[in-house]
């Protein structure tokens, strides 16, 4: 949402599930450590806006690499969004919840992939540019893979989160 708009792309879309109603997602990207985009805090606010117009369920995607970024902006949305969850850092994080006005908050959900890895990197390899300062060709890792999510549970008329919890699927 938070990129130039001469990029392809509307940055959240509603969709029409039928008789569950609709629901809306949009995606944005930090600032902090990443590149200069529009403020994220802003676009939300606008974007949420425009989704209110057909729904009370929304889904955000927060694209980011700070911790503190993730979490107020989760403040900031709290009440008027459904769920915002956390993607970059391919690490999940143990602090999955309801905050107080019934978004549903987790700092970074996780990846999907190999977690005999340094997310998702051949660990060999990631431990040598760590070491020597110099790129190596990126190669992923394959073994013990995991599939990373939330279970969300939202009641349609409010737009507030009912149930929410973290899970890692074991090895598949």
């Not at 990129?3 to 949009?26: M, R, S, T």
């Not at 955000?60 to 009440?79: C, Q, R, Y």
């Not at 890792?141 to 279970?151: F, I, K, T």
Request: glycine share 10%.
């Amino acid at each position: 949402m938070n990129y130039p708009a001469e990029n392809p792309g509307n940055g959240f879309v509603v969709y029409d599930l039928g008789e569950k109603g609709k629901v809306g997602v949009l995606n944005l990207q930090g600032w902090v450590y990443m590149q200069s985009l529009d403020c994220s805090f802003k676009k939300a606010d606008w974007a949420i806006g425009k989704i209110h117009e057909q729904t009370k369920v929304i889904f955000v995607d927060m694209h980011a690499e700070a911790t503190a970024e993730k979490v107020a902006l989760g403040w900031h949305l709290d009440g008027r969004i459904t769920a915002l969850v956390g993607t970059h850092t391919h690490i999940q994080t143990a602090d999955a919840r309801i905050l107080p006005r019934g978004t549903a908050y987790i700092t970074d959900v996780g990846m999907t992939g190999p977690y005999d890895s340094v997310i998702g990197l051949k660990k060999e390899i990631a431990i040598r540019r760590f070491l020597y300062q110099t790129p190596y060709k990126y190669e992923m890792a394959s073994h013990d893979v995991r599939l990373c999510g939330v279970y969300l549970q939202a009641d349609t008329e409010t737009g507030q989160a009912v149930k929410f919890e973290s899970f890692i699927y074991p090895s598949f």
